[in-house]
């Protein structure tokens, strides 16, 4: 822990931990109350007391009406939604380059793109096999408008994007129209940090692109003065936990007129008529966000950021860092008696440009894969909350797995649909053990966790 600790660039890490514990015992008390070892920070951050505190005083302090009226309480509303709006760009150093569209999620976000991208039969889009099935999903939009689009693989080795590849495919569609690119800054599954510097690079060739921060944000910095995606959706409680039902969709401005909207809605609309069957979008993020927004708890966002800027993202990743480092070394100990490796990573087994989130299965003296869902289902007896399954992600899965498309093939024209189906099907078993580190993970959840996999050494 220490020689980890060591290598973390700056000084103060023994403070910053102090800090940190302090944090958890007033502002996360459930936590160690209910004995929760709680390792799914990439489903979902865990919210502060002070944060709630802050929010409840926001209600009981005024009247709110639905905004977008001239009334009193509208106005109170629509002041506090603007604030929030505003104190979001900032965040992500947007400057005055971005409009942010509240939205319910990362995947409504998502959805507006995939919506609203003038796909066609000259356009193209490229995904990368690691994407979210949020992302990979925008591709049926594709589909069914009649453009073409393809996947950049990843290395079995370390699910790290082929950059040969990647660069051969972005160069190569040249004589396409509206190209969209869209990849994860951080991956959901392995923690692969994937380079920003394929944004300016799909620029050089003439593409826009949809960066997928979810992951990302919750202990990265994303500066938007640096890094200019067309593109870019977050869900707020990934970052700091409450409230749930907001994310955001930034959009580049001189990328805004080109989502085509194909519909309007409340709100969306300067006028729309009847008689006459016309419409007039409004001119600014209001066109995207459909509705009555969710104007009592969009305010709550900006304690969720200031709670963050407090902790200060860069004691956040010093934190992550060590502890992540130090999981990743001591799994990769656990021997069985007969030398055996237990555990197997999938992804980048060291620090080097990752994140918290890590991904493995379990396996017993003689090389057998462990079923996951055993495992969780023991983790769960003792109150360790991991993820197991492929996580809404099936290229990381069918990678690290070596699922071939002409067994995929097979599958598909099968009648088999269910989960249990496909392992049968396939006659391989399927998904892996994820945890994810985050903002109140202590030494002490790693340590539970490695006591839990010496469970299973033989
Ligand atoms: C990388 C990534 N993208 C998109 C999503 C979808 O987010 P949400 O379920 O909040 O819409 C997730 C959720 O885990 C994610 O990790």
Same mark, same amino acid.
């Given at each position: 822990m220490e020689r980890i600790a060591e290598e973390v660039q700056g000084s103060g890490l023994s403070e910053i931990f102090e800090t940190f514990d302090k944090l958890r015992a007033n502002e996360y008390p459930n936590l160690d109350k209910y004995g929760h070892v709680y390792l799914d920070y990439t489903g979902g951050n865990l919210y =502060? /007391?002070?944060?709630v505190q802050q929010h409840m005083e926001f209600l009981e302090k005024e009247v709110y009406g639905n905004p977008h009226s001239t009334n009193p309480t509208s106005l109170r509303s629509t002041e506090f939604v603007e604030k929030? /709006? /505003?104190?979001?760009? @900032?965040?992500?150093?947007?400057g005055d380059d971005y409009y942010?569209?509240?939205? &319910?999620? &990362?995947?409504?976000?998502?959805?507006?793109v995939g919506e609203s991208y003038p796909f066609d039969h000259k356009s193209h889009f490229l995904l990368l096999f690691d994407n979210h099935n949020s992302v990979n999903g925008i591709r049926e939009y594709a589909r069914r408008k009649g453009a073409t689009f393809e996947y950049c693989p990843v290395y079995l080795e370390d699910l790290r994007i082929d950059e040969e590849q990647l660069h051969r495919k972005l160069v190569a569609a040249k004589h396409k129209q509206n190209k969209l690119f869209a990849y994860p800054a951080q991956s959901n599954v392995s923690g692969v940090k994937h380079d920003l510097k394929w944004i300016g690079i799909a620029h050089e060739n003439g593409w826009d692109v949809l960066l997928d921060t979810a992951a990302f944000v919750p202990s990265n910095i994303l500066d938007l003065q640096t890094v200019k995606p067309e593109y870019a959706c977050v869900s707020f409680y990934k970052i700091f936990g409450y409230p749930t039902g907001i994310g955001a969709l930034l959009i580049r401005k001189n990328a805004f007129e080109k989502l085509d909207k194909p519909w309007f809605a409340g709100g969306t609309v300067s006028y729309a008529s009847v008689t006459m069957p016309e419409f007039?979008?409004?001119?600014?993020?209001? /066109?995207?966000? @459909? $509705?009555?927004?969710?104007y009592l708890s969009i305010p709550a966002v900006r304690y969720g950021l200031e709670w963050i800027n407090k902790i200060g993202m860069e004691n956040i990743q010093k934190k992550l860092s060590v502890l992540t480092g130090y999981l990743l070394q001591e799994l990769q100990r656990l021997n069985h008696r007969n030398g055996k490796p237990l555990v197997h990573i999938f992804g980048p087994a060291t620090n080097d440009r990752r994140g918290s989130t890590v991904i493995m299965n379990l396996f017993d003296h003689e090389g057998n894969k462990i079923d996951v869902g055993m495992i969780e289902q023991k983790a769960n007896e003792k109150r360790i909350s991991v993820r197991t399954g492929c996580f809404c992600?099936?290229?990381?899965?069918?990678?690290n797995n070596c699922i071939t498309s002409e067994e995929l093939s097979l599958f598909y024209s099968s009648k088999g649909y269910t989960h249990y189906d496909r392992?049968?099907?396939? $006659?391989?078993?399927? $998904? &892996?053990?994820?945890? =994810?580190?985050g903002l109140m993970t202590n030494h002490s959840d790693c340590e539970k966790y490695l006591e839990f996999c010496k469970g299973f050494l033989s």
């Open positions: =502060s /007391r002070w944060q929030a /709006r /505003r104190e979001v760009l @900032e965040h992500f150093n947007a942010c569209v509240f939205t &319910a999620n &990362a995947t409504q976000a998502l959805k507006i007039f979008l409004t001119d600014n993020q209001e /066109r995207f966000e @459909e $509705g009555t927004v969710n992600n099936p290229g990381i899965d069918e990678i392992i049968h099907f396939l $006659g391989k078993m399927r $998904g &892996a053990i994820r945890i =994810s580190l």
